[in-house]
Nanobody, 128 residues
């Protein structure tokens, strides 16, 4: 059974940093595109970042480009999201997601429908 467990969320002041982690089990991580999504209060779940199966390519939402970095360690079955220069509008529940796909990243990897497995989420709150 596949499990994705996020950790590292919390309360931080604007301008601060957090590093989210996603621990994956029950799957061969190197066969999956991994993504981070977020859902703010009263908002739809939105794409944040994705990384290809081997880590060679990444893509980001325009709103986080230059501030967030996605990375992965397939040997450890871990995916990370380093978040710097946090803003109050980054406040959301952050979700890790896995999509079984070994192709290069494509536009569809920005959509929730492409992902097969989801974690339970971790809350990130950025105070002004």
């Amino acid at each position: 059974q596949v499990h994705l467990v996020e950790s590292g969320g919390g309360l931080v002041q604007a301008g601060g940093s957090l590093r989210l982690s996603c621990a994956a089990s029950g799957l061969t991580l190197s066969s999956y595109v991994m993504g981070w999504f977020r859902q703010g209060p009263g908002k739809e779940r939105e794409f944040v970042a994705a990384i290809s199966w081997g880590g060679a390519s990444t893509m980001y939402a325009d709103s986080v480009k230059g501030r967030f970095t996605i990375s992965r360690d397939n040997a450890k079955n871990m995916v990370y999201l380093q978040m710097n220069s946090l803003k109050p509008e980054d406040t959301a529940v952050y979700y890790c997601a896995a999509e079984r796909d070994t192709r290069p990243l494509r536009a569809g990897d920005r959509t929730t429908a492409e992902y097969d497995y989801w974690g339970q989420g971790t809350q990130v709150t950025v105070s002004s």
